[in-house]
Antibody, heavy 118, light 107 residues
Framework: EVQLVESGGGLVQPGGSLRLSCAASGFDFTIYSLNWVRQAPGKGLEWVSYISRGSSPIYYADFVKGRFTISRDNVKRSLYLQMNNLSDEDTAVYYC????????????WGQGTLVTVS | DIQMTQSPSSLSASVGDRVTFTCRASQNIKRYLNWYQQKPGQAPKLLIY???SFQSGVPSRFSGSGFGTDFTLTISSLQPEDFATYYC?????????FGQGTKVEIK
């Protein structure tokens, strides 16, 4: 069974930093791209970042460029999101999502981790 | 960026109803269109990819169609477990973008 388990969320002050992690199991981690998608409270879904199976290329949404860094460790089967200079607009549940088919179709999602900037 | 517009934003329906909602892209995305279902407190779930292909395990009452800029998701006979919010998403190019969602509520 495919499992994606996020961790690292919490309460942080504006301007602060957090590092999210996503631990994967149940599939060959090395052959899939991965993404972060977020959802602000009561709002819709918003794609944040993409990383290919070999860590290049990497893409970001404009609203996080220069502040967030996505990375992965294929040995540890883990995905990461380093978030710096956080603002209240970054408050959201952050989901780890596996990319399939065209790499930007999200066929499996984690349960999400809540980031609150206040 | 490609804008995705869903309509309606919400609808009320009864069990057994046939419901259809639409998603329009601001430019041609060929068949790079996916549909997700999200229930309160849960992660989204992929239902349909590439406009009309079923994700494994998705009931056959769900179907998708469309090409280019106009797409539809149809539930042929609404079941109690289908009351949720549905999002379309284009996977044609980055940034991949979602529609604002259609919330299906019980009439």
């Amino acid at each position: 069974e495919v499992q994606l388990v996020e961790s690292g969320g919490g309460l942080v002050q504006p301007g602060g930093s957090l590092r999210l992690s996503c631990a994967a199991s149940g599939f060959d981690f090395t052959i899939y791209s991965l993404n972060w998608v977020r959802q602000a409270p009561g709002k819709g879904l918003e794609w944040v970042s993409y990383i290919s199976r070999g860590s290049s290329p990497i893409y970001y949404a404009d609203f996080v460029k220069g502040r967030f860094t996505i990375s992965r460790d294929n040995v540890k089967r883990s995905l990461y999101l380093q978030m710096n200079n956080l603002s209240d607009e970054d408050t959201a549940v952050y989901y780890c999502a596996r990319g399939d088919y065209d790499d930007l179709t999200f066929d499996n999602w984690g349960q999400g981790t809540l980031v609150t900037v206040s | 960026d490609i804008q995705m517009t869903q309509s309606p934003s919400s609808l009320s329906a009864s069990v057994g109803d046939r419901v259809t909602f639409t998603c329009r892209a601001s430019q041609n995305i060929k068949r790079y269109l996916n549909w997700y279902q999200q229930k309160p407190g849960q992660a989204p779930k992929l239902l349909i990819y590439a406009a009309s292909s079923f994700q494994s395990g998705v009931p056959s009452r769900f179907s998708g169609s469309g090409f280019g800029t106009d797409f539809t998701l149809t539930i042929s006979s609404l079941q109690p477990e289908d009351f949720a919010t549905y999002y379309c998403q284009q996977s044609y190019s980055t940034p991949c973008t979602f529609g604002q969602g259609t919330k299906v509520e019980i009439k």
